[in-house]
Every structure is written in C-alpha cells, then in structure tokens.
C-alpha cells in the first residue's frame, strides 16, 4: 500500500525502521546518521531500530513517504551494506506493525490512514506492536486471535481480561489510535569494541595484547566520530557465563592511544586475575565530548607530541589500506 493522498494531514508521516539482528553499534550509529540526513525528528530504539518523524521531511523533500522509504533502504545498502525493513503509518503503532511484516532481509511497507482498519483486522493480535506473548496468550484463551476482534470487542472487556491500562491500550491501538508523537532521542554517548576468544585465555601477554588491539581501534572509532571519552569501561567475560566490569575515568578528555592505553592497563590490573578463564574482552568508552571542545594544551613533552604526530600520520594510512599497520603485539598475536 503506497500513499496516494497530497496533503500532509492525509498521509502516513510516522517511519520505523528495524535494522538486522545483532547490528554492531557503530553501524547501527551509522544508520541513525541517515536518518538524520532525511529528517531531524529521529528516535533511536536500541539496540536495532529506530522512529522518524516525516511531516517536515514530506516537504523539504517533496516526495510521498513511502519513495522516502525506499530512499533511504537504497542509502542503507549501497553506504552502509545494512539492509533495513521500514513501516510507514499514520502512528507509531501502525508503523512498528507494519516494520515487522516486512519480510527479511529488508523492504518498505506503507499504510495509509483510510488503510488501517482493514489492514490490521485479519493479523494475528500478537503481530500488533505493544502486544507481548502473555498478553497475547491471555487474548487467546478468550479466542480472540485477530487484531479485528480485538478491535470489535469492548474496551471494558479487553481491561477486565488484560488489566486497566494495557487493556485500554491495547484496544485503543487496534483500532489504530494511538496518538504518541515521535521524540527526538540519541543514542548514549558512548563507542564499545569487543572481541572474543577462539579458546579459553588466561590473564598475560596474549590478553594484554588483545587489550591493547582493543584500545586502537577504539581511539581509531572515536577520532573518526570526532569524539573524546572521559571515561572507559572494561569488561572482563569469563567461562560458566560470569563478568566483571570497572569504569575508570580518564585525567582529561581523550581520543588518543597512549591515554586509553594507560587506562586500559590500569583496569585491567584492578581486575586483580590469577586464573580466571577469560571468554571475552569490551572496552567501551564513556561521557563523550566533541573532540573540538576539549583544550589543546601547549606541551612541553616532545615525545608525546611525536607520537600524536605519528597517530595522525597512521591515520591516514589506515584511511587508506585498512588495519595493515599498529602495535607490534598486536600483530603477534594475530600471527
């Protein structure tokens, strides 16, 4: 169903987006860009998906939603390599709804408000975005199994099976009311690398520099973003599934090698290991700044200054081949 109707009040202007399964942070970050390129009203839904709201886009652009749609899911593609299913509707409800029935790996879905009746009435209730499997189970027993019955039966009854508010909700939402207005949200500020072990690891050389293969590409990540953190976390995964986590903060804003390294490291040492059977590393970087609003100190410390010139200089040679160039421990360990 693609919108026909001219004026805005007539057609679908809420999207949602559902990136796939397990989509690392940063390209998930990186789709959250596009679609603040397409309109400025963008809520971020972690861990995968996202809302926006078209109203402005459907002028600045002026294009129907649903081409702005598949705008987007070929920017996703040919830029990201990310494959996205999009719903678009007259509400948020209509518009997760319809993300959902967008079958894998991606698609554009539009349903326009004289639509929405009859399309939600032959969908199973638990298809109807809020509705959980216990919720659903509960509609069941009372053989309602369709979004239309669900829409026929009265709001009273749905409260008296489903609880006062969820009750009222859900009725309300099948019958396509919902009038819940997208709201402007960013993901945390924060960057997070991983890495896990083929086989099981204890603390020393090998998972130092592991460490230190993760503290490069984090730098790398947030001078790309034009981010410093003021903080990074560490997180140790061990075998039988238990963790440990410690936050230290850094002596002042940073993007760079050496200062994530340096505390890095000294996380790492507070984890106090003797045996412990690691499984996996994150480092995460936390309360990020613009890089431009941290203060550039005159240094009187030249080694430090060659190595920040040299940062940059690798930089620009990874820009252009790729990892083939770090730490030497690092590429001993992937040796």
Known sequence: MNDTDTTVGRVPTVMHVRCPDRLPEEAYRQVLELLA????????????????????????????????GEILRVRTLTRLGVDVRIGIGPSITVAATASAQVTPPGGVLTVTPDAVTDWLAPLPVEALHGIGPRQAGALHDYGIRTVGLLAAVSPETVQRLLGG????????????????????????????????????A???????????????????????????????????????????????????????????RTTAYRLMDAAGLQRGRLTGLVLRADDLVDADQVAQQISLDHTREARLVAEAAVDRVRDKFGHVIGPAAVFRRAG
Do not use: M, N
Not at 44 to 65: D, N, Q
Not at 189 to 198: C, K, P, W
């Open 202 to 260: 204890l603390d020393g050389a090998d998972v130092r520099a592991a460490l230190l293969d993760l503290v490069v590409k984090l730098a790398r990540l947030l001078r790309r973003r034009g981010r410093a953190a003021r903080a990074l976390t560490l997180t140790l995964r061990f075998t039988g599934g238990g963790s440990w986590e410690k936050t230290r903060r850094l002596p002042e804003p940073s993007a760079h090698d050496e200062d994530l």
């Open 37 to 68: 390129d397409l309109s400025p009203v963008v809520q971020a839904a972690p861990p995968t998906a996202a809302l926006v709201e078209l109203k402005g886009a459907l002028r600045y652009h002026g294009a129907e939603a649903h081409r702005l």
């Open 165 to 200: 508010r969820a009750g009222r909700l859900a009725s309300d939402r099948a019958r396509g009311i919902d009038p819940r207005s997208v709201v402007p949200r960013t993901l945390p500020a924060s960057a997070t690398v991983r890495l896990g072990f083929d086989r099981h």
